[in-house]
């Protein structure tokens, strides 16, 4: 005897006990199923999605007329890394160089030089995978390289603590953050700062469930409230890949002493241009730390 049996979003039809599936039903555990996959695989290679390092050394600071030492120190897990170390005459601070997701310290050689003419000495690293240093990048792995190469200014170069400038570009931000949450920096330089990883994730996917699959959260904005030290944002009002208003958040989050620097140009864009708004605050914001700070604007 046949019955038949209706169920919502889906029509389930009983004959002699055996289920017969609807077109609707089947649509739904098609689209259910495929979905999920692209989530499972979006977990699965997120590594590959947050680091796209290169490992092909295809330059140096010479290229640009700077004399360097080339060096490697030990991360604070032990992975063996590569950096370069650019001593520029009568300097008074040095900057450690945290740079972005991709490529290696070849790719920063311009961005090195510009800092040195500032009279900036410059230590530039690789983070664990990228360029010669060895291991595997993470969120936690490039936490302990920042930390491995501060170690290494402080006990190998004998760097005062007080004469060390944390710098971040991009991704390399929140490993700055993150580093001066653990250290007594002199100050911290921020360009194209981003609140959280899941949230510039989102941006990029809006059509995946990026906070709640998400393995790497590089957590800024949780963060930056506890930092102390002089704090200098640079954020550009044409950066597609991490919004203006992202930085103007973590700037509002952050304790004085703070400056905010509005640029123009592309998320890879060189901001530091001679004569430029950048070029003169930046002279004016390390100039200050040598005294008291200056009444810093709060701009809107």
């Not at 919004?243 to 620097?261: A, D, N, Q, T, V």
């Not at 864009?269 to 914001?285: H, M, Q, V």
């Amino acid at each position: 005897m046949a019955f038949r049996v209706v169920v919502a979003c889906g029509r389930v039809s009983l004959y002699n006990g055996r289920p017969h599936w609807q077109p609707m039903t089947t649509i739904f555990l098609i689209v259910f199923g495929g979905y999920f996959a692209v989530c499972v695989f979006a977990w699965a290679r997120q590594r590959a999605f947050a680091y796209r390092p290169t490992h092909d050394v295809a330059g140096s600071p010479d290229d640009v007329g700077l004399a360097f030492e080339d060096v490697t120190f030990p991360s604070a897990n032990g992975r063996t890394l590569h950096g370069w170390m650019v001593c520029t005459p009568g300097a008074r601070y040095t900057l450690l160089y945290c740079h972005g997701n991709a490529g290696n310290i070849t790719h920063r050689v311009t961005s090195v030089r510009d800092f040195a003419a500032r009279e900036l000495s410059v230590f530039i690293f690789d983070y664990a995978g990228f360029g010669k240093s060895s291991g595997r990048p993470g969120e936690k792995a490039t936490y302990n390289d920042a930390l491995g190469a501060w170690d290494y200014l402080v006990s190998e170069r004998g760097v005062p603590p007080d004469r060390i400038i944390l710098f971040g570009r991009s991704l390399g931000t929140a490993v700055a953050i993150d580093l001066a949450t653990r250290v007594d920096a002199a100050a911290i330089i921020l360009e194209s700062a981003f609140t959280s990883a899941p949230e510039v994730g989102a941006r990029a996917y809006p059509w995946l469930p990026v906070k709640l699959i998400s393995r790497y959260h590089y957590d800024s904005l949780k963060k930056v409230s506890q930092l102390r030290l002089p704090k200098l944002y640079v954020h550009s009002i044409n950066d597609r890949t991490v919004p203006y208003g992202m930085g103007r958040r973590l700037f509002g989050r952050s304790r004085e002493p703070k400056h905010w620097i509005k640029v123009r140009g592309a998320h890879d864009a060189n901001y530091l241009i001679p004569g430029s708004e950048y070029d003169r605050e930046l002279r004016a914001f390390v100039a200050d730390l040598e005294g008291p700070a200056r009444e810093i604007p709060r701009l809107v």
